[in-house]
Nanobody, 120 residues
Framework: QVQLVESGGGLVQAGDSLRLSCAVS????MGWFRQALGNEREFVAR????????DYADFVKGRFTISRDNAKNTVYLQMTALKPEDTAVYYC?????????????????WGQGTQVTVSS
C-alpha cells in the first residue's frame, strides 16, 4: 500500500517561510494541492519523477518551490513570502503511472494533509 505522510505545517505570520515535506513509500510523479475552508481543492505545484520538470499555479510562482530527494523518497514544498490567503490544508499526492498533472482527479494516492495557517 502506498503511503504519503506530510509534515511541516504550522502557524506563521505573513511574510514568513515554511517547508513542507512528504515522505512517500515509493517513487512517483508528485503534486501538492491545497484546500482552504469552504473551497475546493486546488493545484499548487507538481514535479516529475526525475525532478527535472516542475510546474506551479500562478498564485505561487516565484514564492513556492517544489523539489524532491529520490534517495529519501521525499518531496518538498518550500514556501516563502507567505500570505494569509495561503492558509489551507496542504496535501501531497502521487500518480501511480504517468505524469503529474494539475488535476486532482488524476492522482491515485493522497496524504492526510498538513495545516498551514498564515496570520496577518
Amino acid at each position: 500500500q502506498v503511503q504519503l505522510v506530510e509534515s511541516g505545517g504550522g502557524l506563521v505570520q505573513a511574510g514568513d517561510s515554511l517547508r513542507l515535506s512528504c515522505a512517500v513509500s515509493g517513487r512517483y510523479a508528485m503534486g501538492w494541492f491545497r484546500q482552504a475552508l469552504g473551497n475546493e481543492r486546488e493545484f499548487v505545484a507538481r514535479i516529475s519523477l526525475s525532478g527535472d520538470i516542475a510546474d506551479y499555479a500562478d498564485f505561487v510562482k516565484g514564492r513556492f518551490t517544489i523539489s524532491r530527494d529520490n534517495a529519501k523518497n521525499t518531496v518538498y514544498l518550500q514556501m516563502t513570502a507567505l500570505k494569509p490567503e495561503d492558509t489551507a490544508v496542504y496535501y501531497c499526492a502521487a500518480v501511480e503511472v504517468g505524469r503529474a498533472t494539475t488535476q486532482a482527479n488524476d492522482y491515485d494516492y493522497w496524504g492526510q494533509g498538513t495545516q498551514v495557517t498564515v496570520s496577518s
